[in-house]
T-cell receptor, first 112, second 115 residues
Framework: DAGVIQSPRHEVTEMGQEVTLRCKPI?????LFWYRQTMMRGLELLIY????????DSGMPEDRFSAKMPNASFSTLKIQPSEPRDSAVYFC??????????FGPGTRLTVL | AQSVAQPEDQVNVAEGNPLTVKCTYS??????LFWYVQYPNRGLQFLLK??????LVKGSYGFEAEFNKSQTSFHLKKPSALVSDSALYFC?????????????FGSGTRLQVQP
């Protein structure tokens, strides 16, 4: 198995632009999680899905952030408009039921 | 609410010596506990977990952790540290009684193993 796949690995954009991060979970996993990691705030859960349905989005910082999971093999996290304070590493992770989560390599986002 | 604390920002140990990275947790029920490791510019990698059963859990790369319910702790240990163990370590907890599937992560402990 290729593991959790994220794209792009690096993204540099200017303030105000739309940013879309992509994730392909491990096949057969029924949970998908989006996290954000920064030096100041550590690892924060943004949102998670179960069987493609959003379960808890209480960690999404504001309305500029949105996430979708149109099918079991694909999810997106969108930021529109982006701001410099959104600069962080964004991780996607997946798991099967109660088991451990497997993380992707992350997308390093820089908003200028 | 579930929470986890890693009281040390950094742990320094000499190669060949035993290492311990501390973790304490707070949940209302019986916890599911996890340790992850993060190498520079990489995602988190699963090391080991405690769900139920034996309090001593063995995991990847020679690591083990001991679940102590009375002290609400789940410290990560290794008998002999390697320089290649230098990384950022995260403890995480989930309270299955809440129905919430997401993990709560600690702030991380940076392990530095000196040659």
């Amino acid at each position: 198995d290729a593991g959790v796949i994220q794209s792009p690995r690096h993204e540099v954009t200017e303030m105000g632009q739309e940013v879309t991060l992509r994730c392909k979970p491990i096949s057969g996993h029924d949970y998908l999680f989006w996290y954000r990691q920064t030096m100041m705030r550590g690892l924060e859960l943004l949102i998670y899905f179960n069987n493609n349905v959003p379960i808890d989005d209480s960690g999404m910082p504001e309305d500029r952030f949105s996430a979708k999971m149109p099918n079991a093999s694909f999810s997106t996290l969108k930021i529109q408009p982006s701001e410099p304070r959104d600069s962080a590493v964004y991780f996607c992770a997946s798991s099967f039921q109660y088991n451990e989560q497997f993380f992707g390599p992350g997308t390093r986002l820089t908003v200028l | 609410a579930q929470s986890v604390a890693q009281p040390e920002d950094q742990v320094n140990v000499a190669e060949g010596n035993p290492l311990t990275v501390k973790c304490t947790y707070s949940v209302s029920g019986n916890p599911y506990l996890f340790w992850y490791v993060q190498y520079p510019n990489r995602g988190l990698q699963f090391l080991l977990k405690y769900i139920t059963g034996d309090n001593l859990v063995k995991g990847s790369y020679g690591f083990e952790a001991e679940f102590n319910k009375s002290q609400t702790s789940f410290h990560l240990k290794k008998p002999s540290a390697l320089v290649s163990d230098s990384a950022l370590y995260f403890c995480a907890v989930r309270d299955p009684g809440t129905g919430r599937r997401a993990l709560t992560f600690g702030s991380g402990t940076r392990l530095q193993v000196q040659p």
